[in-house]
């Protein structure tokens, strides 16, 4: 049985996982990634403990926002300067 019902609203982008993140209760985040999401999971896990979270979201979102941005990148990406 989940932990907790968390909308995806409520919880965080957190780019240097490069997932959705959610505070678990021994101090660590409960972690999903958005290809996770595409693929329909819901579940989110602590990877410190044994705790998950049942992830409530609009699968419709993901998928939309996936064709949207492989629409957009018509042209590989480029590398950037930085000083």
Do not use: H
Not at 7 to 16: A, C, F, T
Not at 47 to 70: E, M
């Amino acid at each position: 049985m989940s932990y907790d019902d968390v909308e995806i609203e409520d919880m965080e982008w957190n780019s240097e996982l490069q997932a959705y993140t959610y505070p678990c209760p021994c101090g660590d985040l409960f972690q999903i990634t958005k290809d996770e999401l595409k693929l329909g999971e819901e579940i989110a896990r602590c990877p410190s403990c044994s705790l998950y979270i049942t992830v409530i979201y609009n699968l419709d979102d993901f998928l939309a926002d996936s064709k949207t941005n492989n629409n957009n990148n018509t042209t590989p990406n480029q590398p950037i300067a930085v000083a």
